[in-house]
Nanobody, 123 residues
């Protein structure tokens, strides 16, 4: 069982930066690959970024590649999403999620989800 809680969201101007943090409980955190997803008003949830359980590889949606960086600290049971050069289109609720699957972009692969943190980017 893994419980996830996100933090670090807020209101930022276009071009600004935020760092999201996902804190996990449970002794098996290091066994899970982790993903970040987002959901904008009136839209479906979409993949943003993911990192393997070991931190050895990462994956990004094309829309955030080069601007966002996912990382993790297994000693602290934490995963991060550094978001730079933010755009109004990045406005959404951001969720972290945990999976033991090899398929990291697939929403149904994820067993555990956090409640989300709101990110709002003003133009």
């Amino acid at each position: 069982q893994v419980q996830l809680v996100e933090s670090g969201g807020g209101l930022v101007q276009a071009g600004g930066s935020l760092r999201l943090t996902c804190a996990a409980s449970g002794r098996t955190f290091s066994s899970y690959s982790m993903g970040w997803f987002r959901q904008a008003p009136g839209k479906g949830r979409e993949f943003v970024a993911a990192i393997r359980w070991s931190g050895s590889s990462t994956d990004y949606a094309d829309s955030v590649k080069g601007r966002f960086t996912i990382s993790r600290d297994n000693a602290k049971n934490t995963v991060y999403l550094q978001m730079n050069s933010l755009k109004p289109d990045d406005t959404a609720v951001y969720h972290c999620a945990a999976t033991i699957s090899m398929v990291l972009r697939h929403i149904p692969s994820y067993s555990y989800w956090g409640p989300g943190t709101q990110v709002t980017v003003s133009s």
